[in-house]
């Protein structure tokens, strides 16, 4: 299970990355070809757009993965050990619930109606069916990892 997870995380990291990458060559071409060439490009606000939204998805995902989200443990400090774990635990499985209902079934039958209505975005016409499958995919990964969480907060005592 930890090597295909490791395999996983590289994976989104490295998506990330070349996400990341495209995202700063498209906005570069972009205030290029407004201010130095005078001939606004038609697709890379679009494009800008639709990168944003995959690196805040996955973004997001990796960030819970390496625990990096925000989270307020003023209150948890001052727990015992045990009550702690207690505390993480119900994290994990409030945070592994949402990211089931709402990005994995929510956004599962967002892209579905996308994908039956055939909506296109305007300057590509590409499917809105491929930018929204991000949702889902991003709530998989967070549904994972929080299981894992929980199996390590398990291991560690005995709640």
């Known amino acids: 299970m930890y090597a ?9 990291k490295w998506t990330l990355f070349f996400l990341m990458l495209a995202m700063v060559v498209d906005v570069t071409w972009q205030v290029a070809s407004r201010y130095v ?4 490009s038609s697709y890379t606000e679009e494009i800008a757009r639709f990168l944003l939204i995959w690196i805040s998805f996955l973004g997001g995902a ?6 990096m989200h925000l989270g307020i443990d003023l209150l948890t400090e001052k727990l015992s050990v ?7 635990l119900f994290s994990y ?8 209902l709402v990005l ?3 956004g599962s039958q967002l892209t579905l109606l996308t994908w039956e209505l055939e909506q296109v975005s305007g300057a590509l016409g590409l499917p809105m069916a491929y930018v929204y499958s991000v949702i889902p995919m991003s709530g ?3 549904v994972c990892y929080s299981l894992e969480f929980m199996i390590a907060e398990v291991r560690r005592g005995d709640c």
């Open 104 to 106: 994995v079934f929510g």
């Open 4 to 12: 295909f997870m490791t395999r996983v995380d590289n994976l989104v």
């Open 37 to 40: 060439f005078m001939r606004p």
């Open 62 to 67: 990796y960030a819970f993965r390496k625990k």
């Open 93 to 100: 499985v409030v945070s592994g619930l949402f990211a089931l």
């Open 140 to 142: 998989l990964l967070i």
């Open 82 to 88: 045990d009550k702690q774990r207690i505390a993480n």
